[in-house]
């Protein structure tokens, strides 16, 4: 019994939505088809060009908030296989010809208006199929019900029964339960088949795809030679400012000692006690130094109690869960340790969160990480960001970085890394 109401009820909400998205299917879609035809149209006169980017934005969030519901609703995982905009793309007229070239050269710009067409058509007819399954019984059981009466001098067809008697009405019925019962076994598959045929025409070709890995693997190539680069200059920084400079003070005393131990013996002893707080300064900074390029806690016993280990050390009470069966590879687990250790400085230093949360597990072949705090919120990924660096540190490794940040908080962002545990 539990199990055919929560049929029912799956069925009726799958029939609801299916309802709700033809709005979007009709409406939406050929609103914006012909927008976008007509703007395209007019770049031969020069309006276009002012218009043609936006009315394609709109195609653009348009598909992405399908791409959303065919997740959520269905399971469905659409690409987004848009081309990324230059950083060094310019403003005002100029940067609107650049934008309106490079909207149009991208091949996911063309199949988001073959989308549209589908959408309109096919697609708005899978919909119309789902929901009609749960709605139309609804009427073979008012006609048997008595609604039958007013078509007693006429005739009415109801599906293919022609509705005048109540021997009919109760054949409607009859009818009417059956579709019932196909919508409870066709109306969410219905409504998976209306995403899958968007997936098939949004999606990327496996040509484009590859071309798509290529420029993504040349860009993050690129970026992990500068930040290997920034480190090796942060590295050698660091030595040359601190170890080096207290090794060179404390060479320099010792000569002193040397100097002093048969004339000045109490001098002596005074340098000899500076040369050992500049050994231990020397030593201690050496040990930071190390912890930066690679924890040792990190090598000897994985990411999960690195990450354990550096929320012990910050100012803000924190909880670690860790779920993990394995060992990610090391610069997989550097990588990682390094972006959390971003994530939480950025946290200490601008949330004012009074707890913060980390979560690390281990499913369908992704290392999943989330930093969760009470803070103030407002967080975004933007230039110069603490959260761009680990963007664009993930990404080396095909990552990915999420940010869900409202103003007045909470601030989750959350971190993927496809990987395998050894």
Known sequence: MNATRSRIRASMLAAWRSFVLSFASTAGSITLFVLSVLSIAFILLGVGLITTPYVLQLVRKHANQRRLLAVTWSDVRIPVPYRRFPRDLRTGFTGQVERTVLMLKDPATWRDLQWLLVDMTAGYVLLALSFALMVYPVEGLVLAAGLWRVFEDSTYWYGFVPVSSQATGLAAAALGIALFHVGLWASRPLLRLHFVLARSVLAPTHEQELAQRIDRLTETRHEAVDTAASEL???????????????????????????????????????????????????????DLVRGIHPPVLAERGLGDAVKALALRLPVESEVTVELTGRAEAPVESAAYFAVSEALTNVVKHSGAERIWVDLHHAEGMLRISVTDSGKGGAAIGTGSGLSGIERRLGTFDGVLAVSSPAGGPTMVTMEIPCALS
């Open 233 to 287: 200059r942060r590295i050698e920084r660091d030595l040359h400012d601190g170890a080096q400079a207290r090794l060179v003070a404390m060479g320099m005393n010792l000569g002193t000692v040397e100097a002093l131990i048969e004339k000045d013996p109490a001098q002596a002893k005074k340098l000899l006690a500076m040369a050992r707080a500049s050994s231990a300064e020397a030593l201690t900074e050496l040990r």
